[in-house]
């Protein structure tokens, strides 16, 4: 075969230079932050579709709560870093390094080159006060199983386990984050573990929510809250903080100090602000906190004592109406994305203030224009409490309580949501929307009073079965208007 005819050395020049301008303007949409991708939806969305979505707005790093091969095989040749994780109910079985290594084959060297894992995140939050110890003797060793796992599969250099921790952690007796240290009943598990991180080049991951901090806390000064907030704290050495982030980073970087560890990596894994569910939780206050903290990333200034480019994930990519509400019913909404795959607000995520709407997911199916609303006409509403509170626990009913997006609805209209999400999170199923009588389907949209009753999706996924957790606050509010 006769050799291919060779370009003038100007072509060839030229060629080249249209190959860089080309990459150049393909990265010149990358944003340096991550986000948080969950799967707590009744209706998931097409992750080849989430992953179009990503890419189109920019979004080159992702952090996953599992390896479920759905979501990630969508990842695939998409160029997205990608943080895989274990969750808690795992642990125990990665104790044993032979169940470690078939996961790491499994999940990781199964898909070679073509998947760009950075982070294995072993567990989630795994010593937050709230599960009393439960994994407090299986997350070390699966951790250190997982790294000698991916060290012998020959990817140990590129792929680091890591654990997600919440900043429960680590406190501080006055409040300074130069007093800070690791919590005392675990004080020696993290001092191991975070050696561990060091010898092995892995990140120390941490979930920061300064929402959470004005969520728990009445006393709490509201502006701390946020990143261009006003108020300020002193510390030691003329340090001053304006916001609560900073201040809980440092603490880290301070009890990290105190473990022997002072240049260990930190990873924020998740921060952000939820939009409904509470009374702070809304979108003008969600869009000011990322305004906020994509303008202080994108200056890449760090903090007073970890000056310089920080690494961190937005929480989160989508609202999931599966969540647990324990914590709050703010958890099912902290995406910067409806369920739908719909941006809430403006958003620039390079944060240079250019503030635009963001590229939804395309391609989103949906369910016909249908309502289940409260039959007025029902001669025997003695069951409404029973059917109110059946709908609220299987469906979702936290945008109803105190300062959330649908309180302003009268009594009519609270039982039309609840029954209307059940309904709707059942597929628009006619025995969904029966409730003994008191229900009915109408085609006519029955959004009320600025309040939403939404038309569920088409779900890329099977049915998701119902029975998600009751929302007291939602069903003492919705009860409060029957009696």
Not at 180 to 204: C, N, W, Y
Not at 225 to 232: E, I, L, M, P, R
Not at 422 to 447: E, H, P, W
Request: aromatic residues 10%; contains cysteine.
């Amino acid at each position: 075969m006769a050799p291919p005819p060779r370009l003038p050395a100007g072509a060839a020049a030229l060629l080249l230079l249209l190959a860089v301008a080309s990459r150049a303007a393909a990265d010149g949409n990358a944003v340096d932050v991550g986000v948080n991708w969950g799967s707590q939806l009744s209706h998931p969305l097409l992750p080849k579709s989430v992953v179009q979505m990503l890419k189109e707005n920019g979004i080159l790093k992702v952090k996953l709560f599992d390896a479920d091969p759905w979501p990630v095989g969508a990842l695939v040749d998409s160029g997205i870093e990608v943080m895989l994780g274990i969750p808690n109910d795992m642990l125990e079985k990665m104790n044993s390094y032979g169940n470690a290594q078939d996961w790491v084959k499994e999940n990781v060297t199964s898909y070679g080159d073509k998947l760009k894992i950075t982070y294995v995140a072993v567990g989630n939050e795994p010593f937050l006060k709230a599960y009393n110890g439960s994994f407090m003797k299986t997350t070390f060793p699966a951790l250190k199983n997982i790294q000698k796992a991916l060290n012998e599969a020959g990817v140990g250099d590129k792929v680091k386990a890591t654990v997600p921790l919440n900043a429960d952690v680590y406190v501080s007796p006055d409040n300074k984050p130069s007093s800070g240290a690791f919590r005392p009943d675990i004080q020696g598990l993290m001092t191991d573990m975070v050696k561990f991180l060091h010898e092995h080049g892995s990140p120390f991951v941490v979930n920061i929510y300064p929402f959470l901090s004005l969520y728990q806390s009445d006393d709490f000064p509201f502006e701390f809250a946020f990143v261009d907030g006003g108020k300020t704290i002193q510390d030691k050495g003329g340090i001053s903080y304006s916001n609560v982030f900073d201040a809980n980073y440092d603490t880290l970087v301070t009890a990290l100090k105190k473990a022997g560890v002072p240049s260990l990596k930190v990873v924020v894994g998740e921060v952000g602000w939820p939009t409904d569910g509470d009374k702070n939780a809304n979108l003008k206050l969600a869009r000011r906190y990322y305004d906020g903290l994509l303008k202080k990333l994108s200056k890449k200034e760090g903090t007073p004592l970890r000056p310089g480019k920080m690494d961190v994930y937005m929480f989160g990519l989508f609202d999931e109406d599966m969540k647990s509400i324990l914590p709050g019913n703010f958890e099912r909404h902290w995406g910067i994305f409806t369920y739908d795959g719909k941006p809430k607000f403006p958003m620039d995520l390079s944060g240079h203030g250019n503030d635009k709407p963001l590229a939804g997911v395309p391609g989103v199916e949906y369910l016909p224009k249908q309502w289940c609303v409260f039959d007025d006409g029902a001669e025997d509403k003695s069951k409404l409490p029973g059917n109110i509170q059946y709908a609220c626990a299987s469906g979702d009913c936290t945008a109803l309580g105190y300062g959330c997006s649908c309180n302003g609805l009268d009594e009519k209209s609270n039982i039309s949501y609840a029954f209307n999400m059940y309904f709707q999170m059942q597929d628009q199923d006619v025995r969904a929307c029966d409730f003994d009588g008191l229900a009915k389907i109408t085609t006519k949209n029955a959004s009320a009073r600025g309040c939403a009753f939404p038309i569920q999706i088409i779900s890329a996924a099977a049915p998701a079965v119902a029975g998600v957790g009751l929302s007291a606050a939602a069903l003492l509010a919705l009860l409060m208007v029957l009696v």
